[in-house]
């Protein structure tokens, strides 16, 4: 079993910065990748970016590519979305999750790919 657990959330201002983190911790940690999804109220589930856990190749979603970045610390079991330049669309409940098999590149942008999840962290921008 693998426990993912999120923590960096809160209020910012539009224009603001926040750091969010998750660590992984349970049995062995082997990951082919680890994602970030976000879900706000009344809407779907959707993603935000991921990272191929070995290699580091990253994945964005096209409403946050160049303004969020994603990236790893394998040592610490660790993934972290830095996130600038917030707007108030980007309020939501922000999960990170861990998938354990290796899948084709697109198959990242996916919830099915993912095996685990934490229990998320809410982020709030105001306008």
């Known amino acids: 079993q693998v426990q993912l657990v999120e923590s960096g959330g809160g209020l910012v201002q539009a224009g603001g910065s926040l750091r969010l983190s998750c660590a992984a911790s349970?049995?062995?940690?082997?990951?082919?990748?680890m994602g970030w999804f976000r879900q706000a109220p009344g809407k779907e589930r959707e993603f935000v970016a991921a990272?191929?856990?070995?290699?580091?190749?990253?994945y964005y979603a096209d409403s946050v590519k160049g303004r969020f970045t994603i990236s790893r610390d394998t040592a610490k079991n660790t993934v972290y979305l830095q996130m600038n330049s917030l707007k108030p669309e980007d309020t939501a409940a922000y999960y990170c999750?861990?998938?354990?098999?290796?899948?084709?590149?697109?198959?990242?942008?996916?919830?099915?790919?993912?095996?685990?999840w934490g229990q998320g962290t809410q982020v709030t921008v105001s306008s």
């Open positions: 999750a861990a998938a354990l098999r290796n899948y084709a590149s697109q198959t990242y942008y996916s919830m099915r790919a993912y095996d685990y």
């Open positions: 349970g049995r062995t940690f082997s990951s082919s990748a």
């Open positions: 990272i191929k856990w070995t290699i580091g190749f990253t």
